[in-house]
């Protein structure tokens, strides 16, 4: 006889092989000679990979840590702003990522410890309260500042992934776009 915790383990191998399959076997389906997929499909998997990175850090900070935080996506926001206003017409710096890591990095962390030096003794609810204002104090913020941050329609003209300034964009097309996130 079969136990039930046995069969709970095929079934979860067997979805999590479907899974792999999938996002390997996505931008072959989109291509122009097979196109048994529609071309879209492939934005949405950079999506996905771009929320599922940030998955990945939630669970850090929720599991491995034994916080619950409500204001992730705050961070997610100041990493990802940082980035585009350092390699866009904003500043007109076009530093590529190697050179914009370690400031992103640097406002990051300048970011965390104001918000861990406000809540440093607070735990369970209120901690997760703050948090989750801290996530819509970003949001409103980057919303409001629309000179700088282009408001509810977000950055344009940011350049292509490149190493350094002016280097070869690594990418240029959205199954790029798609492998880079799904290996990172």
């Given at each position: 006889m079969i136990r039930v915790d046995t069969i709970a383990m095929r079934t979860s191998r067997v979805v999590a092989a479907g899974v792999v399959a999938i996002i390997v076997l996505l931008p072959i389906l989109t291509s122009s000679s097979i196109g048994l997929v529609p071309a879209r499909w492939v934005t949405v998997g950079v999506l996905a990979a771009t929320y599922a990175i940030l998955a990945l850090g939630l669970v850090v900070v929720t599991g491995w840590c034994g916080q619950f935080i409500l204001g992730y996506s705050g961070f997610f926001a100041i990493g990802a702003y940082a980035y585009g206003l350092m390699n866009s017409q904003a500043?007109?710096?076009?530093?590529?990522?190697?050179?914009?890591?370690?400031?992103?990095?640097?406002?990051?962390?300048?970011?965390?410890?104001?918000?861990?030096l406000a809540t440093r003794r607070i735990r369970g609810d209120y901690f997760a309260l703050i948090t989750l204002a801290f996530g819509e104090m970003i949001r409103i913020s980057i919303t409001n500042l629309r000179d700088l941050t282009g408001g509810s329609a977000g950055l344009v003209g940011i350049d292509p992934l490149t190493l350094l300034p002016g280097g070869v964009p690594l990418v240029t097309n959205a199954p790029g776009r798609y492998a880079i996130g799904w290996l990172a």
């Open positions: 500043f007109d710096l076009h530093l590529g990522i190697l050179l914009s890591l370690p400031p992103i990095i640097a406002i990051e962390l300048a970011a965390a410890l104001l918000l861990g």
